[in-house]
């Protein structure tokens, strides 16, 4: 870091939560913003460096949530400012869609040299997730030709009308929004705590692969006519959930077996959270087409994907943005891989299993604690009532997420009754001891209610 002054590692509060200040934007924001925004506690965000946010109050919180895992290498981090400063004195904006950049070509070689699989590979650039998701879906029907999609329960990837259509996370997300694209058929996720129909936990894998061929193809859909197969490898916002790696390679086997493009959904779990560059990494598939976003570009808006060369085949004019692939936003992308490729991926990795080696236990140690989960710094641990039926509690999940604000540590859930921990890459020992420390004691108030 090039600046010398003393950046605090660890909580400081100097108002009851919220202050007067941030109590004050909030009122006002719930009479102009769109009231859509699910918010789970007051926290107003002023500024931020490192792990650590400041709120207007003064008060500075740890962030284990990263702007829901984006901001990969922390708050501001020098390097990814300075490069952001230096692309917007440079050129803001061009649109690639129509003339060329040497910093789009130059990112998208070396995403694509990360991306699993020794196929060659191209990139197309969107400014977010759900775009990513959509491009695929486009792709993959006009590479293929045929226009169904596989998708599974409680995944998520995007609320634009398409990506929507292959969400199963929440009914509120589909409430009232009508006719979705039809030709998407939802299949069981193999969710390795809970079994792929909430049974037979040990047989997730073999029984999700087995709805697929058994039940879908059989009754619902023909092969021949689906284009592709959506997963993320972890369910982010479905309760950071990892599908078996035999699943996953499963998966890829019968993509391959029926002409089927095999996509994974990586905006989440994507470029080094996991503790290598992508989750697929760990099963060791090559997905025909890898979609990313959030983390990629340390908080400037940013969405790629990422898919063989041979499947990229569709004809110009048939798919563009006026913003994706923005100077400024791979300014920062280039500038969060090199910090990536320079030791954060390592640190994922290696604080993940520090984490770990501490809550490895605790479905031993909490009565209210079903199961602890993840890879590198993409965890979850949920929350049941009983761990013997696996009854969910969502309110004691919320109860602890409260409670954890109220002490300075930003956490967020995921799913219906999963807390996840899914902070900069950036962050040290003492601050998953003080995370740790911090959710262990608002765990033990939560236990009393069971
Ligand atoms: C796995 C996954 N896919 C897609 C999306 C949609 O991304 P965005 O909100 O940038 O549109 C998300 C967002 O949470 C996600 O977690």
Same mark, same amino acid.
């Given at each position: 870091m090039q600046v010398a002054e003393k950046v605090r590692k660890l909580p400081h509060l100097?108002?009851?939560?919220?202050?007067p200040k941030a109590r004050e934007i909030v009122e006002r924001d719930h009479q102009v913003?769109?009231?859509?925004y699910t918010r789970d506690y007051p926290l107003v965000a002023k500024s931020g460096r490192g792990a650590m946010v400041e709120d207007p109050d003064g008060n500075i919180f740890l962030d284990f949530a990263a702007g829901i895992a984006v901001v990969a290498t922390g708050h501001c981090h020098p390097d990814v400012v300075a490069a952001i400063q230096k692309q917007s004195a440079r050129l803001?904006?061009?649109?690639s869609t129509d003339f060329y950049c040497e910093g789009m070509v130059e990112f998208a070689e070396r995403l694509a040299s990360v991306v699993p699989g020794k196929s060659p590979k191209r990139v197309y650039f969107g400014n977010s997730g759900t775009e990513a998701l959509e491009a695929a879906m486009k792709l993959a029907r006009y590479h293929t030709r045929r226009d169904k999609f596989i998708a599974f329960y409680g995944c998520f990837h995007g609320r634009t009308l398409g990506s929507l259509s292959l969400t199963a996370s929440k009914a509120v997300q589909r409430?009232? @929004? =009508?006719?979705?694209?039809?030709g998407v058929f939802h299949t069981p996720y193999p969710?390795?705590?809970?079994?792929?129909?909430?049974?037979r936990p040990e047989h997730a894998a073999a029984d999700a692969l087995a709805h697929i061929e058994g039940e879908l193809f059989r009754?619902?859909?023909?092969?021949?006519?689906?284009a592709a197969i959506f997963i993320e490898p972890i369910q982010g916002e479905g309760g950071y959930v990892a599908a078996p790696p035999e699943f996953l390679r499963g998966l890829a086997e019968l993509c391959r077996r029926h002409g089927i493009l095999l996509v994974v959904?990586?905006?989440?779990?994507?470029?080094?959270?996991?503790?290598?560059?992508?989750?697929?990494d760990h099963a060791e598939i090559e997905p025909d087409i890898l979609c990313t976003a959030k983390g990629i570009a340390s908080g400037m808006p940013l969405g790629a994907v990422i898919a063989k060369s041979e499947v990229m085949d569709w004809t110009a004019g048939a798919h563009a943005s006026t @913003? =994706?692939?923005n100077p400024v936003s791979i300014a920062a992308a280039s500038a969060t891989f090199d910090l990536l490729e320079s030791g954060l991926i390592q640190n994922a990795a290696r604080l993940g299993e520090f984490i770990f080696s501490r809550i490895g236990d605790w479905p031993q140690r909490h009565r209210c604690v079903g199961n602890v989960r993840g890879k590198g710094l993409m965890i979850g641990i949920e929350f049941v009532?009983?761990?013997?039926?696996?009854?969910?509690?969502p309110e004691l999940r919320n109860q602890v997420i409260q409670a954890a604000f109220k002490r300075g540590l930003l956490v967020l859930g995921a799913g219906e009754n999963t807390l996840r921990l899914c902070p900069p890459?950036?962050?040290d020992e003492e601050q998953a001891e003080f995370a740790l420390r911090t959710l262990d004691e608002c765990i033990w108030e939560a236990d009393r209610s069971v």
């Open positions: 100097v108002t009851a939560l919220p202050g913003i769109s009231p859509s803001i904006h061009m649109s409430k009232r @929004f =009508g006719a979705l694209l039809g969710n390795p705590y809970r079994g792929a129909y909430g049974v009754r619902l859909v023909d092969p021949e006519e689906v959904d990586e905006v989440q779990s994507g470029m080094g959270r996991t503790g290598k560059w992508w989750a697929s @913003f =994706g692939g009532r009983d761990q013997r039926t696996k009854e969910k509690a890459l950036i962050i």
